[in-house]
Each structure stands twice: as structure tokens, then as C-alpha cells.
């Protein structure tokens, strides 16, 4: 597939700022900072959680991260969502794992044909931007460590 900027002008970041199923992953890459990271060359892969995952959290838990004081563990939960490269719904089926910007790996599995990555259920893939691709997963991933 070729994934050049003509093909798809909006980087990662503002391809989620316009999905308004979004819009809370949206406001935590803004609140991290990682939407910088996110509007660079890349290629990146992002497993952004919807706004229904984020009301899966506990009551107050999100008011919490996104506080100052918490940033960074905001950040280490968001980056956990990102990987460096461009892999295809396709291409995440052969895998096993993927090594996120947080430093850890995540798990990925095939079940019944369908991608979990770390007990989320891949939702929407291939979600193509200039700078990599999004798929939407059902539940925010928590990293083991902060």
C-alpha cells in the first residue's frame, strides 16, 4: 500500500482530532504531549482507545491522569498505545507483540479472527494517516510499569 502524504494529507494526530470517537484520546495525546511526537515523520501505529474505552476506566480515574501532577503516568499510558512503523491490520495478525513507545511490549493475539492487543479488542483497523495508522481498540491498556 502506498501511504505517501498525497495519498492521506492529515498526520496521525489530527486523523483522531477528527474522528469524534476520539476525542478523549485526542485530549490525552494533547495533555502529554505525545501529539508532537505523533505529528513527526514517523512512520508510527497507534492502538487508540475509543471514548467508550475511557469510560470503561474507573469513576474519576481520567479526571485524575489528566491532572498535572499525574502527567506522567498519562504519558506512560499513552505512549503505551504507540508503536514505531506502519503495520497493517494484516501484518499485526503475524505478530505476537509490539514494542511501544513506553519501553514495554504489548501483547497481541488472534482469536476467533479477531486482533487483541493486551486483552483490548481491536475494534476498526487501518485507519490511514500520513505519518502511520490508527486502530481503534475497546479498552485502555495499562501498562505493568509507570
Known amino acids: 500500500m502506498n501511504n505517501s502524504k498525497s495519498n492521506f494529507p492529515m498526520n496521525l494526530v489530527e486523523t483522531a482530532a477528527n474522528d469524534d470517537s476520539f476525542s478523549t484520546f485526542s485530549k490525552v495525546l494533547i495533555a502529554t504531549g505525545l501529539n508532537e511526537t505523533l505529528q513527526g515523520e514517523g512512520p508510527y501505529t497507534v492502538f487508540a482507545p ?4 475511557f469510560e470503561k476506566l474507573p469513576k474519576g480515574k481520567l479526571d485524575s491522569l489528566l491532572k498535572p501532577e499525574n502527567k506522567s503516568e498519562l504519558t506512560a499510558i499513552a505512549s503505551y498505545h504507540v508503536s514505531n512503523g506502519h503495520v497493517l491490520a494484516a501484518d499485526v495478525a503475524t505478530l505476537t507483540e509490539t514494542k511501544t513507545l513506553q519501553g514495554q511490549s504489548a501483547t497481541i493475539k488472534m482469536i476467533d479472527k479477531k486482533v487483541m492487543i493486551d486483552g483490548s479488542n481491536v475494534t476498526l483497523i487501518d ?5 502511520g495508522v490508527i486502530h481503534a481498540i475497546d479498552t485502555v491498556m495499562i501498562p505493568t510499569k509507570h
Open 127 to 131: 485507519i490511514a494517516s500520513s505519518n
Open 50 to 53: 475509543t471514548n467508550r474505552a
